[in-house]
């Protein structure tokens, strides 16, 4: 008993350390500790935070609101109104617009030709006015008659002058007693009618008065004639 006393007293109450064990006092921090101590540690450190997942939420679909619906419907059929609306009266008025064009180019055409009809008639008048005292002239009828028969100077041919009455009367006197001169009523004052004949038979004829004088202004003037 005293020995085992002595053996548990040298070493301060304890078991006196085997040598052999020396080497392995450095492990002793990792050799397995009593769950109470590995709870208190692990507790002692800070759990991870946890992100909670995302919460989705379902879409569902919207209802179609139906005042806006027959706002959304009226106004797109009052467009559609208005565009056609638009294009009918644009057509319309093309068709106005055309005929109008007609109308005023007509207008332009005949009232040109009135005026082109009037303008030659007054240039006419001025130019009869003009020529009328010369178909009246006494010494210029008798020069008329000269350049008309030296027209028809031929020996074999029988001439006829033909005047209204009352040139005849007023030159007579001084044309050449050889001359076959005829009073015609039908013809104008101032109208000369040259007749040739030959054997009998009429081989050519002449006509120089007021109104051949107006037909040349009237080809001068190239109004196709008026009545």
């Known amino acids: 008993m005293s020995d085992l006393g002595a053996m548990l007293g040298s070493g301060g109450g304890g078991f006196t350390p085997d040598a052999r064990f020396a080497g392995l006092r450095g492990i002793e921090e990792d050799l397995p500790r009593p769950l109470s101590v590995m709870r208190m540690r692990f ?9 909670p997942p995302p919460v989705i939420v379902p879409e569902f679909p919207v ?21 056609e609306a638009a294009e009918l009266a644009a057509a319309k008025a093309d068709e106005t617009r055309g005929r109008m064009e007609t109308v005023v180019r007509r207008l332009d055409g005949e009232l ?33 008659v000269e350049r008309a028969v030296a027209m028809f ?6 001439r006829l002058i033909r ?4 040139d005849l ?23 000369i009618r040259m007749e040739s004949r030959s054997g009998g038979v009429e081989t050519g004829g002449a006509e ?7 037909r040349a202004i009237i080809e001068a003037l190239d109004v196709g004639g008026l009545d």
């Open 43 to 51: 507790a002692a450190d800070p759990a991870p935070e946890t992100v």
């Open 63 to 83: 209802a179609p609101d139906p005042i806006e619906e027959a706002r959304a419907d009226a106004y797109a059929q009052g467009w559609a109104d208005a565009q």
């Open 112 to 144: 040109a030709e009135q005026f082109r009809q009037r303008l030659m008639e007054t240039v006419i008048a001025l130019c009869e006015s003009c020529l009328a005292p010369l178909a009246l002239d006494k010494d210029a009828l008798l020069r008329r």
């Open 153 to 158: 100077n031929r020996a074999d041919d029988d």
């Open 163 to 166: 005047l209204h009455p009352e």
């Open 169 to 191: 009367a007023a030159i007579r006197a001084y044309l050449p007693n050889d001359w076959q001169v005829q009073a015609d009523p039908t013809l104008a004052r101032g109208a």
């Open 208 to 214: 120089d008065g007021p109104e051949q004088w107006r």
